[in-house]
Nanobody
């Protein structure tokens, strides 16, 4: 069982930055892929970014490429989502998610993810 706790959301003006954190309560994340999803009001939840813990490879949705960066801190069992050049359309509840994959393949489908955090609100004002 993996427990995920997000933090770092808030209100920011367009063009600003936020860094989300996702702390995982598991002894090791070596076999895990961590993902970030978001859900805006009235919309379906969508994939934002993913990172494989051991290999460190990443993947991003086209809408955030060049603006968002995912990274991890092995010592803290924490994954981050650095969000720069934020736009009003980035407003959503952001979720951290995880699944185990021996080949560290990053999937965008939320059905692939077994563990989810509670979400953190990000609001970008224009």
């Amino acid at each position: 069982q993996v427990r995920l706790v997000e933090s770092g959301g808030g209100l920011v003006q367009a063009g600003g930055s936020l860094r989300l954190s996702c702390a995982a309560s598991v002894r090791t994340l070596n076999s895990y892929v961590m993902g970030w999803f978001r859900q805006a009001p009235g919309k379906e939840r969508e994939f934002v970014a993913g990172i494989s813990w051991s290999a460190g490879n990443t993947d991003y949705a086209d809408s955030v490429k060049g603006r968002f960066t995912s990274s991890r801190d092995n010592a803290k069992n924490t994954v981050y989502l650095q969000m720069n050049s934020l736009k009003p359309e980035d407003t959503a509840v952001y979720y951290c998610a995880a699944y185990s994959d021996r080949y560290w393949r990053i999937y965008a489908a939320e059905s692939r993810y077994d563990y989810w955090g509670q979400g953190t609100q990000v609001t970008v004002s224009s």
